[in-house]
């Protein structure tokens, strides 16, 4: 068996009303070598039955993951096994534009030195529509290194990279990183994106390439002030951590911008909460 360009890991728990769109989504790109693990996280819903449609492709591997552990022991077994150069992890309920898989494959072949991709999203209702078109990526939207990458999101006080779906990651600086880092679990992606640039730099793909899908489910609609307080933490983590990538201005700019963001937050759910479920 030849070893897989890309892996798309997809952790599932409870997604038996979406996973099937996002899982189509990825199935649909043609233009890349790549496997699918999916991890059914113990589901309670029919989201192993949903899933094992699916098994017929031989790209997709579906895994049991053991209940408990939240989204850190989820991410972190499919991510586990992956054996591809680049690790794309989509969540259950968003989805991937056509182009997206090949297109990011590519930028980070071309570019042996950089370790993490991310592009664009439109952010959408429960429904599917779309709310906001081409979100992300402000400050990033050329080339740079990891440490510049890192100092421009901690001023930003939020995850301008975007969802899971938005990025891929060489797998090696995944791995140096030790996986997804989920000591601020609001933050999972957004901290983990921050130590895998430790290890290289940044490419953007300006084009956008993903879904991320408001609900009333997510921990993000109702917990805006608990996500303020993980960012500032987690700002304050690595700037311990990494003190000549982190500079103290960046993390005081970076906490009163957190803060602003989580009361913008609170007032576009307040808007939107009615499209939500």
């Given at each position: 068996m030849t070893t897989p360009t890309l892996s798309v890991v997809l952790p599932v728990y409870n997604g038996g009303k979406y996973v099937a769109e996002a899982l189509e989504s990825v199935l649909a790109e043609t233009g890349v070598d790549m496997e699918v693990i999916v991890g059914d996280h113990s589901s309670t819903d029919n989201t192993r039955e949903v899933i094992g449609r699916f098994e017929n492709d031989p790209r997709?591997?579906?895994i049991t993951i053991p209940a408990g552990g939240f989204v850190k022991r989820a991410w972190?077994?499919?991510?586990?096994?992956?054996?591809?150069?680049y690790v794309k992890l989509v969540c259950a309920d968003d989805i991937v534009y056509p182009g997206i898989l090949?297109?990011?494959?590519?930028?980070?072949?071309?570019?042996?030195?950089?370790?993490?991709?991310?592009?664009?999203?439109?952010?959408?209702?429960?429904?599917?529509?779309?709310?906001?078109?081409?979100?992300?990526?402000?400050?990033?939207?050329k080339?740079?290194?990891?440490?510049?990458?890192?100092?421009?999101?901690?001023?930003?006080?939020?995850?301008?990279?975007?969802?899971?779906?938005?990025?891929?990651?060489?797998?090696d600086a995944l791995l140096a990183a030790d996986g997804w880092f989920a000591d601020f679990p609001y933050l999972i992606d957004m901290a983990t994106y921050s130590r895998v640039l430790l290890h290289g730099d940044f490419v953007p793909d300006l084009t956008t390439?993903?879904?991320?899908?408001?609900?009333?489910d997510q921990h993000s609609v109702a917990q805006a002030n608990t996500q303020a307080q993980q960012a500032i933490g987690f700002h304050h983590w690595i700037r311990e951590h990494a003190p000549l990538v982190v500079r103290?201005?960046?993390?005081?700019?970076?906490?009163?911008?957190?803060r602003l963001n989580a009361q913008l937050r609170r007032l576009a759910f307040s808007v939107l909460k009615r499209r939500m479920s």
């Open positions: 997709v591997r579906v972190n077994a499919v991510s586990d096994e992956a054996t591809g150069r090949s297109r990011q494959v590519e930028l980070l072949e071309s570019r042996p030195d950089a370790v993490l991709t991310a592009c664009p999203r439109d952010v959408t209702d429960a429904t599917g529509k779309v709310l906001i078109k081409d979100m992300g990526l402000q400050g990033i939207k080339e740079m290194t990891g440490q510049d990458a890192i100092r421009t999101v901690i001023r930003a006080g939020r995850n301008i990279f975007g969802e899971p779906g938005c990025a891929t990651i060489r797998r390439g993903a879904t991320f899908r408001l609900n009333a103290e201005s960046d993390v005081r700019i970076g906490d009163s911008r957190a």
